[in-house]
């Protein structure tokens, strides 16, 4: 099994430009996240799905737009990429359930917006 | 919003010593978890603590939880040079985990 995977690995935008970042899982997890981590900061939630079509806000959603069309893969959009948008975005995912599941992390994606 | 604090922020040992990390929060929590990165890479599990439990074992690591004074520990004992990596710890609300700032572990050899 490959987990969780991300692509791509390694990105940089102009400011104004547009992109999709993706995320696959292939542990048939139904909760599916994305969080961004900044320097000398732990991982802050940007938007999360429960499901298959199925989306919700976490911590820092603005600028950001998700879409879970497939229950392995999770998409997150920047339709307008800043400079504050220059971090390294991980996907996670987990089972259903109560709270106790622990999330599997993919290597993450590391963006840089000019 | 951060809902979890460590301390120190960063820790430096030598190998065979042991480290030991610390995590306050804010809230209730359904549990309380412990994570691992390595420079450069993702986030790995390394255990779970739930609120009703006030100690718990893997290997060598050893955490403690508090709900009284909102804190948790994590313990590592023995340490070795590969477990120089930053140390998260994560309250679980529901469906969501929030993350400290964490703690980077540095294991001289």
């Known amino acids: 099994n490959a987990g969780v995977t991300q692509t791509p690995k390694f990105r940089v935008l102009k400011t104004g430009q547009s992109m999709t970042l993706l995320c696959a899982q292939d542990m048939n997890h139904e909760y599916m996240y994305w969080y961004r981590q900044d320097p000398g900061m732990g991982l802050r939630l940007i938007h999360y799905?429960?499901?298959?079509?199925?989306?919700a806000k976490g911590e820092v959603p603005d600028g950001y737009n998700v879409s879970r069309l497939k229950k392995q893969n999770f998409l997150l959009g920047l339709e307008s990429a800043a400079p504050s948008q220059t971090s390294v975005y991980f996907c996670?995912?987990?089972?259903?359930?109560?709270?106790?599941?622990?999330?599997?992390f993919g290597p993450g994606t590391r963006l840089t917006v000019l | 919003s951060q809902q979890g604090e460590e301390d120190p922020q960063a820790l430096s040992i030598q190998e065979g010593e042991n480290a030991t990390m610390n995590c306050s929060y804010k809230t209730s929590i359904n549990n309380l978890q412990w994570y691992r990165q390595n420079s450069g890479r993702g986030l790995v599990h390394l255990i779970l603590i739930r609120s009703n439990e006030r100690e718990k074992h893997s290997g060598r690591l050893r955490v403690t939880l508090d709900t009284s004074k909102k804190s948790s520990s994590l313990l590592i004992t023995a340490s070795r040079a590969a477990d120089t990596a930053s140390y998260f710890c994560a309250t679980a609300v529901q469906r969501q985990l929030t993350f400290g700032s964490g703690t980077q572990l540095t294991v001289l050899p």
């Open positions: 799905s429960v499901g298959e079509g199925t989306t």
């Open positions: 996670a995912s987990r089972k259903s359930g109560g709270p106790d599941n622990e999330q599997f």
